[in-house]
């Protein structure tokens, strides 16, 4: 069935950095009316620069919204933005969507859920996975959490913003997804660590070597994006060693909640947290890298 097309909204973005910002800027080439807030000047006036508007606060942004995005760094911001005084549920509209696709705890997304349902707000989890080339092309992974109508009427919004827009449960769900995402992800970013490490000792000729196992089974998403960064051994933020650490914890949290048992996933939560303890938190996720070397005597 064919999506329908989003009618113009007028959307309070809260969060325009690395992937906020490129995603509010999508929404406006998507035709709609953009407010976007941040707590750095500079992010929005690069969103004014994109063709939205600016505003001075969260109430400012959200009082005039038929939606509000989130897109922050963790469960204290968006918990703050959310349910604090000067926050979204305090001076959106009743009927108003908030749909927060920060990367947060699934008991927090179901926490803000039931608040927003008491004060006549609705309220989508909608974590996104893609990185910053994804937030900038649109062609994000968007999976959401929340009422099945509320997915439904968001739904054409999302898909200004990603190509894999999917409903996978109720409150929660969204950030359980992504949670498993999260653990996926670093798992493949530590395997190929590990295998240009290996490769580069073997003396293989190693971007010929990337090459041919991007064509086969070892390929993936993760040797695609993050064979530049490990071949150069450069590694700007896409998405921060820091960031992953915090949400191999949400995954770590969620699986002990649930009975699950994770060894990979608990051997490679401390793997990220060695990084950060090696001074390595603001760099993107592919230094992990640099703790294969570390331990590897490169």
Known sequence: MDTPAAQPRTIAFIGLGIMGGPMAANLVRAGHTVIG???????VDRLVAAGGRGADSVAEAVADADAVITMLPADAEVTEVALGKGGVLSHARPGTLLIDMSTISPQTAVAIAHTGH??????????????????????????AGGNAADFAEAEPVLR???TTVVHVGPHGA?????AANQLIVA?????LAEAVVFLRKAGADLPAALDVLGGGLAGSTVL??????????DFPPGFRIDLHHKDMTIVTDAARSVGAVLPVGSLVA?????ARANGD??????ALLRGVERLSGQ
């Open 118 to 143: 008491e004060k006549d707000i609705r309220v989508l989890d909608a974590p996104v996975s893609g990185g910053e080339a994804g937030a900038i092309e649109a062609v994000l992974s968007i999976m």
């Open 174 to 178: 969204g950030q359980t997804v992504k």
């Open 160 to 162: 200004a913003l990603g």
């Open 270 to 274: 401390q793997l990220l947290a060695s």
């Open 37 to 43: 807030f941040n707590r750095s000047r500079l992010a």
């Open 281 to 286: 938190g603001g760099l993107d996720h592919s």
């Open 187 to 191: 798992a493949n970013i530590q395997a």
């Open 224 to 233: 695609t994006r993050k064979k530049t960064n490990m071949l150069d051994r």
